[in-house]
C-alpha cells in the first residue's frame, strides 16, 4: 500500500509578506502590551482581552506566538481589520493610550502594510461578490488580498476562513498549529 505524504509546509519566515487576520493581531498586540507590565498586571489584562482562549493561561504557547511574530517580516491586512480592533481591545482608563501607542510603534517596526478592500471593488468579481454575502466584507477582503498578493493567510477561524481560503487556493494558517513549529 502506497502511503501519500503531504509536503512540509514552508515556514512563515520564508514569505516576504504574511496576510493576518484580526483575532491573530488583537492576541499580539495584546500580548506585547501586557509582557510591558508587572506579572500580575499582565495576566489580568490577557484574562479580560480577547486573547484567543489557548493563549490566556498558557506561557508556553504566549512565547510562541512572540516568536512566530518575531518571524513574520511584514504584517499584511485590511484597513477593516484594523478598524475590528478597537472593538477587540477592552482596556479602560489609560491604558488604552498605552496600548495604541505600543501597538503603532510595533506595527511600524513590522512594516504593516495595510490595505484597503472596498466593498465596490469585491462586488466587481463574481468570487468576492459571493464571499461577501457568505462570509461578510471583512473576511472577503483578506482572502481576496491573499489571493491578490499571493500570500499565506495567518488566521484563528479553523472553520469559516480557512475553509474559504482554501477553496480559493490560498495557503491558510491556523496560528494554534503553527505556535508548535515556535515552542
Not at 498586571?41 to 506566538?65: G, H, K, M, P
Not at 478598524?83 to 482608563?93: M, P
Amino acid at each position: 500500500m502506497v502511503q501519500l505524504v503531504r509536503p512540509q509546509q514552508r515556514l512563515l519566515s520564508d514569505y516576504p509578506k504574511v496576510v493576518v487576520d484580526a483575532g491573530p493581531l488583537i492576541s499580539i498586540l495584546v500580548l506585547k502590551h501586557a509582557f510591558t507590565l508587572a506579572p500580575d498586571a499582565a495576566n489580568a489584562i490577557i484574562r479580560r482581552s480577547v486573547v484567543a482562549s489557548y493563549l490566556q493561561t498558557d506561557d508556553s504557547a504566549q512565547r510562541a506566538i512572540v516568536r512566530l511574530f518575531d518571524h513574520v517580516a511584514v504584517i499584511v491586512t485590511t484597513s477593516h481589520v484594523i478598524g475590528e480592533l478597537q472593538g477587540l481591545q477592552t482596556l479602560k482608563g489609560d491604558s488604552p493610550k498605552v496600548f495604541w501607542e505600543m501597538s503603532m510603534n510595533w506595527l511600524r517596526s513590522k512594516g504593516l502594510d495595510e490595505n484597503l478592500i472596498t466593498l465596490v471593488q469585491l462586488h466587481s468579481h463574481p468570487r468576492s461578490k459571493t464571499l461577501v454575502c457568505e462570509i461578510g466584507p471583512t473576511d472577503s477582503g483578506l482572502i481576496e488580498l491573499a489571493m491578490r498578493e499571493r500570500l499565506p493567510l495567518l488566521t484563528d477561524d479553523p472553520r469559516t476562513m480557512r475553509g474559504r481560503a482554501i477553496q480559493n487556493g490560498i495557503d491558510c494558517r491556523i496560528v494554534e498549529d503553527e505556535l508548535k513549529r515556535y515552542e
